[in-house]
DNA sequence: TTAAAAAATGCAACCGATTGCAAAAAAAAT
DNA sequence: ATTTTTTTTGCAATCGGTTGCATTTTTTAA
């Protein structure tokens, strides 16, 4: 509790009757120095039990070495794969991070930015939460030239780099799938279409129904929050539609998982009677029977892509300003969720 | 990237004709500070756009504000979940949370705690590394005083504070449950008996067995990482046998659920040929067919209390030194992958 | 041997907030 | 009106590392 005294570089100064000047200097390998009386400052500074102090070097530096993280939930399959993604870069270049969460609150996302802000991070990684339609809460950082990077949930009309893959494309991919094994009434469970995420993948579905000339039926297409529940209660409406569909593509792996589960219970075969397509590759989707048809989303690559692109902006190598969207390779898988 | 000019208690001190130190205070409703200017200060500081800095602050008064975190992963659902329960609580305590991952290797874990010690962390929260087996790499934070509580993944000799669940008696009671279903050869997967957690959890099962009177068979015990591969080599591990076992008792669900789906594609029946029971209550569990008997680990819940108690003893409110071990309530849910 | 150039080190002023103690101002008591 | 007490405010040192510029030392050139 009592704070311990610490060894300064004054101390190394002392010890080796030198300067703090050139203790500081020798630490970080300054060129100006002797190579031996670095390596006389370096063993002094071990023996001696010497830390940096990081906040009197980062008062003067104006630099903390530390990235911030705010995405809507931490305990999901996607988003800790993400984060584990960026830790393994930031880690390696020496950066630290802070998280936080949102909980798809757009208030609380605000809130935690602020804390960013003032906590002096040195860059910022944003996946938005589900209901945030402008970024105005970001621009503080923007003002003092703060870069931020969004990702997978990123918004369309913010100038900063974002971070996804083709959200279209795939959902495109994937409706076509259903379509070429057969299927002609494909229901779409969807989430918040504020979302890029979603309205992209929405997107993607109708247009894969235009092309092979399907017709949209707006009774085919549901929207919620993608759980589970919404998983299960989808398959109830499936139950009471007249009409049924003959396949189901959801924006997610759990809504498309819960809402198989519910039809397999009340009697559907599945793939014979209705054909199954997620999105993200969830662990779920590899434990569910008949296996769940999917689109691969690289969480983890996406992690290191954004937190690589948000250091070597930092340290200057390359600048983020003129990169405005990345995107990164997905990857349909058939299972047997979708399979004749 | 070049920084900006701050505006600072100076800045403020000047524009109200008022010294540093009042501003100082006043920012932080210090007693000695009229209201009024107090009030003054604060709307000054808003004007002014004003932002505390915390290195100056904190190379004052020696604290930082931040937590640090050390895990084997980010991206399990149980670890992402105790990491929301953690955020939830310094997030809302005004502490930051530095997160780094120990990939199950001593030495990564050796490495982020040099890390976190540098970067001067209030105090630090761990789970050890699957191998660790000793936690010397912690003594610079012992010497220095700075808490450090152990979750999950604890370290008995250690004397600091530790938090888990009993394992041993949710081991003793998921296995004796199988017992009651009327089993009597029950295998178990185990994880690396290094850790206290896999340990214990062995140390159950055997002791429901010898209260049943049953023998342990050590062919019916294997030891893996839990990983879904390793839980199919178990279900390969089985077919091979020429007596089998009519129970799986797995150390995680994952290796659980690998297991059994193995062993279904091999044409067994569950639970009427093996029943199975897994540890942890992950989402999976509720997808497998039959939906899997486990143990609901309350990782969210583990989270909070651990970062409260840290919180707590660095704020003085109560001191970690007299508390040894904390123990969580867990729970037995009997799902049909164990039900005659 | 001396002058010029290069290398190594030191000086001292920051960075911005905190805090013990002294001083000033305001309020209360005499 | 004067003294005592209580409130407010300010002074100035401190936390520890960084860095432009000056100074010293060493090396090279003349």
Known sequence: MAPEKEVTIYDIARYLNLSAATISRGLKDHPAINKKTKKKIIEAAKTLGYRSNMFA?????????????????????????VIAGIESIANEEGYNLIISQSLESTEKEAANAITMFNSRVDGVLVSLASDTNNVNHFNAFLQKKIPIIYFDRTMATSDCMSISIDNFKAAFEITTHLIEQGCKRIMHLGGNITRNVYADRLAGYKAALKKAGLPVHE???????????????AGKYICSLTQKPDAVFAANDTCATYCMLYLKQHGYKIPTDIMFAGFNNDPISKVVEPNLTTINYPGYVMGQIA?????????GIADIGTTNIVILRSELIVRASSKK
């Open 219 to 233: 009774n085919l297409i549901r929207f919620s929050n993608l759980s589970d529940e919404a998983g299960t209660e």
């Open 307 to 315: 937190a690589t692109n948000l250091i070597n902006h930092l340290k």
């Open 57 to 81: 070097s980062n008062l003067r530096t104006r630099q903390t070495k530390t990235i911030g993280v705010i995405i809507p939930r931490l305990n999901s399959y996607f988003m800790s794969t």
